[in-house]
């Protein structure tokens, strides 16, 4: 059996084409969303992703203003800064991209982006709404991997989905999301004996791991949906995953590619929340 490709290219391209119609009404109302991304110090990959970021905004009009800093900044200068974001009317989402030098607490950084310009979901109140099933920001990573899903028309309900990884900004809110629209979830991480005996039961099995092409098809039931969310380089320093496509793709039902899967529709996950942001804003004015 051959996987059916889930290609988050073209999912993100269909999305963004929707995104732009909206970003046209909110400028027509005299409202031009703006992200403000700050990127502390000079890490390659994250000038890559900030660069992304930047350039997929301009494609749809969404005004995109880039604060960088230098590594040695201080936690408050980056605390002032983002305090300054949170009181200009021209800026609707904020991001700070991590992970940030040891010097800087995320979590103060974190709760400190007013929660209704968090964009990327990762503020205490916005996860709280997302646990109580309220609607908010969802983290964009696992907002994408959802749409994905509901794209390609695979069922969530009653699946049994097993996540590896439990970071705050993919592996927690992804099972969290999961859960909601009904899955049985199971977590699994560094101190998980005998992981294979878990994801093998996985009729969605989420990576996020960070170690490149990990997941072979030994951790892969038949006719599975695999969905990659690593970005790692492989012994030839090219982009890769972390499962083994090329060994997986003859065991799953359903498989991301890395890249041009889960990558592409976090960014438009990121375009999606700031045009809501934007229109939050108008719904308030025209309350007041
Ligand atoms: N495509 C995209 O849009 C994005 C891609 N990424 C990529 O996804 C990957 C994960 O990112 P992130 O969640 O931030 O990473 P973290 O390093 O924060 O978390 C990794 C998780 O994997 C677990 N883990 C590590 N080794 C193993 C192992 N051998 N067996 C089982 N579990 C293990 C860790 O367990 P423990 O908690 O016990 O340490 C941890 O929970 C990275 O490659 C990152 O670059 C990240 C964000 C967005
Ligand atoms: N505050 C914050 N928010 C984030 O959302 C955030 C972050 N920090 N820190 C780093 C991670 C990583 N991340 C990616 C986004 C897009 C691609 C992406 O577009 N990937 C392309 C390939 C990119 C390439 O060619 O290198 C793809 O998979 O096709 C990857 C990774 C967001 N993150
Ligand atoms: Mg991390």
Redesign the pocket.
């Known amino acids: 059996m051959t996987a059916n490709l889930i290609d988050g290219k073209k999912i993100a391209a269909e999305t963004r084409k929707n995104l732009q119609i909206e970003v046209n009404q909110l400028v027509e109302a005299g409202v031009k969303p703006g992200l403000a991304v700050i990127l502390v110090g000079d890490n390659q990959a994250s000038r890559t992703y900030v660069t992304n970021k930047q350039k997929s905004c301009k494609a749809i009009g969404i005004e995109s203003i880039l604060i960088e800093l230098p590594d040695y900044v201080t936690e408050n200068e980056l605390l002032n800064q983002i305090e300054e974001l949170n009181n200009r009317d021209d800026i609707h989402g904020i991001l700070v991209q991590l992970p940030l030098p040891k010097h800087i607490s995320e979590t103060k950084v974190i709760e400190t982006i007013s929660s209704e310009k968090d964009v990327d979901g990762f503020h205490p109140v916005n996860i709280g709404k997302m646990m109580t099933g309220q609607d908010t920001f969802f983290p964009c ?1 696992p907002f994408g991997i959802l749409e994905m899903l509901k794209y390609e028309g695979i069922s969530i309900s009653g699946k049994h989905a097993v996540i ?4 705050n ?3 927690k809110p992804m099972g969290q999301l999961l859960l909601n629209e009904n899955a049985t979830v199971t977590y ?5 004996k005998d ?1 294979a005996s878990y994801t093998r039961e996985a009729d969605i099995l989420v990576a ?4 490149a092409k ?1 997941i072979t098809s030994e951790y892969v039931k038949e006719g599975a949906t695999v969905i990659d ?4 380089r492989d012994e030839n320093g090219k982009l890769c995953g ?1 499962v083994d496509f090329a060994d997986v793709s003859d065991q799953a039902g359903f498989i991301t590619p890395v890249p041009g899967g ?2 592409p529709m ?1 960014i438009t996950m990121l375009l999606y929340n700031t045009v809501k942001s934007a229109k939050n804003k108008i719904n308030h004015r025209n309350l007041k």
């Open positions: 990573t590896v990884g439990r970071s900004i993919v592996g699994c991480h560094s101190k998980t992981l996020a791991i960070g170690k990990m969310v690593g970005m790692n972390d889960v990558g976090t």
